[in-house]
């Protein structure tokens, strides 16, 4: 009985166990976190095979193959690269053991097996995944008006650059740099790569 108490306490269990912040140095995708760039753990479950690791900047996923087995699969999924979608929150019933946070990314869905007693930490957790879902989206829809926009300008400048044959060549260069630099902006604006503001937020632990 102790044994088992002490498995579910230390994140060993089949069932996950959400890890404190006191304790994110003793789990192993620690050692993965770009320290140097500024990446920081806001939220972590472990079970006996597997943990997953949410940071500001990414999902890591460290995929274990059995309870007995040392060997790991790491799996790094970035936000800016990898959309979150679908993201929901399973509750437990009444005899059930555990809840299930569910979402999808790089098109591979998620199901994450927790203790029904980390139900307050797993309900942050969901409203972070949801805002951050919530946020590409808007993103991704500003940035296509963006690009829009941009073309409409573009067509517009180069019929008026093209009626002005002696100039053509400057008229050229400067529309170039102006819609590069327009587009790089917009891009650093609308493909966000840190949402740590976004954990703190809704992460109480």
Not at 139 to 151: D, Q, R, T
Request: proline share 0%; aromatic share 10%; glycine share 4%.
């Amino acid at each position: 009985m102790f044994k088992k108490v002490a498995s579910d306490v230390l994140g060993l269990s089949d069932i996950g166990s959400v890890i404190g912040p006191a304790d994110y140095d003793k789990v192993d995708a620690d050692d993965y976190i770009l320290h140097e760039d500024n990446e920081k753990i806001y939220f972590l479950i472990k079970s006996k095979t597997d943990e997953y690791c949410f940071t500001n900047r990414a999902l890591i996923h460290l995929d274990g193959t059995s309870a007995i087995s040392k060997k790991r699969s790491l799996k790094r999924y970035s936000y800016r690269e990898n959309t979150i979608s679908n993201v929901m929150l399973e509750t437990a019933g009444t005899v059930d053991l555990d809840v299930e946070i569910k979402f999808v990314m790089a098109g591979i869905s998620f199901s994450i097996d927790v203790h029904k007693k980390h139900i307050e930490e797993l309900k942050d957790l969901y409203k972070a995944l949801i805002r951050i879902s919530e946020i590409c989206i808007e993103n991704e829809i500003s940035m296509g008006y963006a690009e829009k926009s941009l073309n409409i300008a573009s067509t517009t400048i180069s019929r008026y650059a093209s009626s002005e044959q002696s100039n053509i060549n400057d008229n050229f260069r400067v529309l170039n740099e102006t819609a590069f630099n327009w587009l790089m902006n917009s891009r650093k604006k609308y493909n966000v790569k840190d949402y740590g503001y976004v954990f703190e937020k809704y992460i109480n632990n």
